[in-house]
């Protein structure tokens, strides 16, 4: 069963950092893209970050100084550093892998599978 599972959300103060991990399974990931997007309530779903097959990454403006993005290709594994967090990065965050082979993902149209999601809370 293909899947993407994301771990490593919770509660961080504001300025605090914080890194997800995504376990992906049941495909060859190797050449697809692989990324982050965020929703928080009452609002689309944003891409934040992907990584290609060759290591390409893509970032979105909003988070492109504070969150970084990398890619474990043996663990097929993809990360999702996170720092300066601020409260209206509060969000349910989610994993997802590209629907087609050697193409870039930048919204969700492109997407062809999603993890359940993992809720980080900027707070306090």
């Known amino acids: 069963q293909e899947q993407v599972v994301e771990s490593g959300g919770g509660l961080v103060q504001p300025g605090g950092s914080l890194r997800l991990s995504c376990a992906a399974s049941?495909?060859?990931?190797?050449?697809?893209?692989l990324g982050w997007f965020r929703q928080a309530p009452g609002k689309e779903r944003e891409f934040l970050a992907s990584?290609?097959?060759?290591?390409?990454?893509r970032y979105s403006d909003s988070v492109r100084d504070r969150f970084a993005i990398s890619r474990d290709y043996d663990k097929i594994m993809v990360y999702l550093q996170m720092i300066s967090l601020r409260p209206e990065d509060t969000a349910v965050y989610y994993c997802?892998?590209?629907?087609?082979?050697?193409?870039?993902?930048?919204?969700?149209?492109?997407?062809?599978?999603w993890g359940q999601g993992t809720l980080v809370t900027v707070s306090a």
């Open positions: 049941g495909r060859d990931f190797s050449r697809y893209a």
């Open positions: 997802a892998a590209g629907l087609v082979t050697f193409r870039q993902i930048d919204t969700p149209r492109d997407i062809g599978l």
């Open positions: 990584i290609d097959w060759s290591g390409h990454a």
